[in-house]
T-cell receptor
Framework: AQTVTQSQPEMSVQEAETVTLSCTYD???????LFWYKQPPSRQMILVIRQEAYKQQNATENRFSVNFQKAAKSFSLKISDSQLGDAAMYFCAYRSGLSAGNNRKLIWGLGTSLAVNP | ETGVTQSPTHLIKTRGQQVTLRCSSQSGHNTVSWYQQALGQGPQFIFQYYREEENGRGNFPPRFSGLQFPNYSSELNVNALELDDSALYLC?????????????FGEGSWLTVV
């Protein structure tokens, strides 16, 4: 069974600085998708960035980028120029590339609480 | 704003009661999934519906059941509520069964069982 591990329960960063959140996962599959979701106090899960495992190029979305190391099964999120609005819980999630039944589910880590200090 | 709306936002139930949570998916999305998120935890997959049929289920007992309607809105029903059912219940919708399609979440329904 696949697992997702986020080893940093809490992180903090100064406004305008850069922070990296860690995520490792375990799978025997070669085809899968990885996601970072942000959950602010409103509790709505918001997609930050996604990575397809078959793509070697790291995904980037404005100030958010990932470092995807497939062999090491590592998927870290870098937030550049941190803003106060970035403060939230960040979850790393995995989705199998297989199409049947429960393989469509997202498997989540425990999350990292990010504080942004002014 | 994801276009996924859930109701009610908060509710309190007594152990042994039944509850129904509702979800209106984003326009055009025919796939709905439900997740349970206990305090301090990541979400756990309950089940998924595609075109009114359940096509995936997590490790939850049969007292967790669901429906998807022709307009693709959905319900999560929980019978014989237990204290451990207290959690945030998230509804998520996506288009079709392409695995790479983005999944959009609602703001959740907070359920407290006393």
């Amino acid at each position: 069974a696949q697992t997702v591990t986020q080893s940093q329960p809490e992180m903090s960063v100064q406004e305008a600085e850069t922070v990296t959140l860690s995520c490792t996962y375990d799978t025997s599959e070669s085809d899968y998708y990885l996601f970072w979701y942000k959950q602010p106090p409103s509790r709505q899960m918001i997609l930050v960035i996604r990575q397809e495992a078959y793509k070697q190029q790291n995904a980037t979305e404005n100030r958010f980028s990932v470092n995807f190391q497939k062999a090491a099964k590592s998927f870290s999120l870098k937030i550049s120029d941190s803003q106060l609005g970035d403060a939230a819980m960040y979850f790393c999630a995995y989705r199998s590339g297989l199409s049947a039944g429960n393989n469509r589910k997202l498997i989540w880590g425990l999350g990292t609480s990010l504080a942004v200090n002014p | 704003e994801t276009g996924v709306t859930q109701s009610p936002t908060h509710l309190i139930k007594t152990r042994g009661q039944q509850v129904t949570l509702r979800c209106s998916s984003q326009s055009g999305h025919n796939t709905v999934s439900w997740y349970q998120q206990a305090l301090g935890q990541g979400p756990q997959f309950i089940f998924q519906y595609y075109r009114e049929e359940e096509n995936g289920r997590g490790n939850f007992p049969p007292r967790f059941s669901g429906l998807q309607f022709p307009n693709y809105s959905s319900e999560l029903n929980v019978n014989a509520l237990e204290l451990d059912d207290s959690a945030l219940y998230l509804c998520a919708s996506s288009s079709g069964q392409v695995l790479g399609n983005t999944i959009y979440f609602g703001e959740g329904s907070w359920l407290t069982v006393v």
